[in-house]
């Protein structure tokens, strides 16, 4: 579908919004695309630009670009409320896992955009209902989770989970936590819970993970819940699909064993690489000739955050750059690859002037 109207929705408090916007809105009119901006945005960039709320949003544009940090983009679905709008999420300034898309990249997927040559995720979200006496006295639609917590009173509270109505398992615990494959990254992760990549849902059906808060005598830890066949087009498991993300894991986190079993063709696999991200540059150059047969290989942890990069130089002539954030590949690449590239750069300059 053509796109004619975009609308902008931003984080107004972020100093670089009174930059970026005004860029923006001549960039999108110099290509006769009628704009709206969310009033927040509208008000503090003091934009002539026709304003509307967030809710209102999704019903008149064809694309929505947020430029914002997670909380703006999940506040961003929340509105979208199912509407099959696109959603093109850029990050200003700061770190987020959501928002890959950095400020000085935020032309390039605009343009794809424009030009109908882009492919998109679509994104499994989760409707939650709190019932008391039959009566539904709150409901929430949520791109990440949904947390079932204690109030004030400190106790343990105990769950019984149910799928359709059938029974699966109780847990005895501080909270609970039920999560799509995009905010496996958020609370879930941080409570203990396993890192699921958003697009494998597109190929195997989606499931929403059950991951429990300050358990005790945990039982059925990482539960999955299979895909709705009402919901779905397809749920069918590709084997080959599985197989590729996990055999990208075992790469990504160095030493860990991971064994898939498919038991419908009595069809196993192992993944287990020692020398992690290297061996996964080295399974990338395997047809190729190398430059440098043993890659470079740079790992650190800064503020908490680590950092691991490996790359080796091969006879080819086109770069192949491969990103991740929290294990899942980012496509259109992000903070992370504007920063490696232009710190490369410098290295290799340096030591160029040193050989010199």
């Given at each position: 579908?053509?796109?004619?109207?975009?609308?902008?929705?931003?984080?107004?408090?972020?100093?670089e919004?009174?930059?970026?916007?005004?860029?923006?809105?001549?960039?999108?009119?110099?290509?006769?695309?009628?704009?709206?901006?969310d009033?927040?945005?509208?008000?503090?960039?003091?934009?002539?630009?026709?304003c509307?709320?967030?809710?209102?949003?999704?019903?008149?544009?064809d694309?929505?670009?947020?430029?914002g940090?997670?909380?703006?983009?999940?506040?961003?679905?929340?509105?979208?409320?199912?509407?099959?709008?696109?959603?093109?999420?850029?990050?200003?300034?700061?770190?987020?896992?959501l928002?890959?898309?950095?400020?000085?990249?935020?032309?390039?997927?605009?343009?794809?955009?424009?030009?109908?040559?882009?492919?998109?995720d679509?994104?499994?979200q989760?409707?939650?209902?709190?019932?008391r006496?039959?009566e539904?006295?709150?409901?929430?639609?949520?791109?990440?989770?949904?947390?079932?917590?204690?109030?004030?009173?400190?106790r343990?509270?105990d769950?019984?989970?149910?799928?359709?109505?059938?029974?699966?398992?109780?847990?005895?615990?501080?909270?609970?936590i039920?999560?799509?494959?995009?905010?496996?990254?958020?609370?879930?992760?941080?409570?203990g819970?396993?890192?699921?990549?958003?697009?494998?849902?597109?190929?195997?059906?989606?499931?929403?993970?059950?991951?429990?808060?300050?358990?005790?005598?945990?039982?059925?830890?990482?539960?999955?819940?299979?895909?709705?066949?009402?919901?779905?087009?397809?749920?069918?498991?590709?084997?080959?699909?599985?197989?590729q993300?996990?055999?990208?894991?075992?790469?990504?986190n160095?030493?860990?064993?991971?064994?898939?079993?498919?038991?419908?063709?009595?069809?196993?696999?192992?993944?287990?690489f020692?020398?992690?991200?290297?061996s996964?540059?080295?399974?990338?150059?395997?047809r190729?000739?190398?430059?440098?047969?043993?890659?470079i290989?740079v790992?650190r942890?800064v503020?908490?955050?680590?950092?691991?990069?490996?790359?080796?130089?091969?006879?080819?002539?086109a770069?192949?750059?491969?990103?991740?954030?929290?294990?899942?590949?980012?496509?259109?690449?992000?903070?992370?690859?504007?920063?490696?590239?232009?710190?490369?750069?410098?290295?290799?300059?340096?030591?160029?002037?040193v050989?010199?």
């Open positions: 579908m053509p796109i004619k109207r975009v609308g902008i929705i931003s984080k107004p408090r972020k100093i919004i009174r930059e970026i916007v005004p860029q923006l809105l001549q960039w999108l009119k110099d290509r006769e695309i009628e704009v709206f901006v009033k927040e945005t509208g008000a503090t960039v003091e934009s002539p630009e026709t509307l709320t967030r809710n209102e949003m999704p019903g008149r544009v694309l929505l670009v947020v430029l940090g997670d909380g703006t983009l999940l506040a961003t679905a929340r509105a979208v409320n199912r509407k099959p709008v696109p959603i093109l999420a850029g990050n200003p300034g700061g770190l987020a896992s928002t890959v898309v950095s400020r000085d990249e935020l032309y390039v997927p605009l343009e794809r955009h424009l030009a109908a040559s882009v492919s998109t679509r994104r499994v989760i409707d939650g209902e709190l019932i006496a039959d539904v006295i709150a409901s929430f639609l949520a791109l990440n989770d949904v947390v079932l917590n204690k109030g004030a009173i400190a343990i509270l769950f019984e989970l149910r799928v359709d109505g059938q029974f699966v398992s109780t847990y005895k615990s501080d909270g609970l039920v999560s799509t494959p995009t905010g496996s990254t958020a609370y879930s992760l941080a409570a819970g396993p890192i699921v990549t958003p697009n494998v849902e597109a190929s195997i059906g989606s499931s929403a993970k059950i991951t429990t808060i300050g358990a005790v005598d945990v039982t059925a830890e990482g539960t999955q819940i299979k895909a709705d066949a009402e919901m779905f087009e397809t749920i069918d498991y590709s084997f080959e699909t599985v197989s993300r996990l055999r990208e894991s075992a790469y990504l160095k030493g860990l064993w991971i064994r898939l079993v498919d038991e419908r063709i009595d069809r196993e696999k192992n993944f287990y020692e020398g992690g991200v290297t996964f540059v080295r399974h990338l150059n395997r190729r000739g190398v430059l440098n047969p043993r890659p290989h790992e942890v503020e908490g955050t680590s950092v691991e990069v490996a790359l080796q130089y091969n006879d080819g002539f770069e192949n750059v491969l990103p991740f954030a929290n294990n899942i590949h980012t496509v259109d690449g992000g903070t992370h690859v504007t920063g490696f590239r232009a710190a490369g750069v410098r290295c290799w300059a340096g030591s160029a002037q050989l010199a």
